[in-house]
């Protein structure tokens, strides 16, 4: 069973940072994509950011500049520094992985985290 563990969320007034950690743990051949998300009530799940295996990147329009994505290989394992936060990055993030179960099997499965909440004061 695959597993996406999350930490790091919390309360910070605007200006300031926080970081976001994700790790897969279970049995899986390789991780592709490495992600995160957020959601706020009423509205649907949005891209933040994500990473390839081999380190491209992809950020939302509204946090470029300001978040920056990065993965550990080694420790399966995904992060979000977000610096200058804003009220409106107010959000539960997700952390999302697609991952390959086996050698022998082609395709990838997607996995979420159970969120964390952000919250940054105005």
């Known amino acids: 069973q695959v597993q996406l563990v999350e930490s790091g969320g919390g309360l910070v007034q605007a200006g300031g940072s926080l970081r976001l950690s994700c790790a897969a743990s279970?049995?899986?051949?390789?991780?592709?994509?490495m992600g995160w998300y957020r959601q706020t009530p009423g509205k649907q799940r949005e891209l933040v950011a994500v990473?390839?295996?081999?380190?491209?990147?992809s950020y939302a329009d509204s946090v470029k500049g300001r978040f920056t994505i990065s993965r550990d290989n080694t420790k399966n394992t995904v992060y979000l520094q977000m610096n200058s936060l804003k009220p409106e990055d107010t959000a539960v993030y997700y952390c999302?992985?697609?991952?390959?179960?086996?050698?022998?099997?082609?395709?990838?499965?997607?996995?979420w985290g159970q969120g964390t909440q952000v919250t940054v004061s105005s």
């Open positions: 999302y992985a697609e991952i390959q179960r086996s050698s022998a099997v082609r395709g990838v499965n997607a996995y």
């Open positions: 279970g049995n899986f051949f390789s991780i592709n994509v």
């Open positions: 990473v390839t295996s081999v380190a491209r990147t």
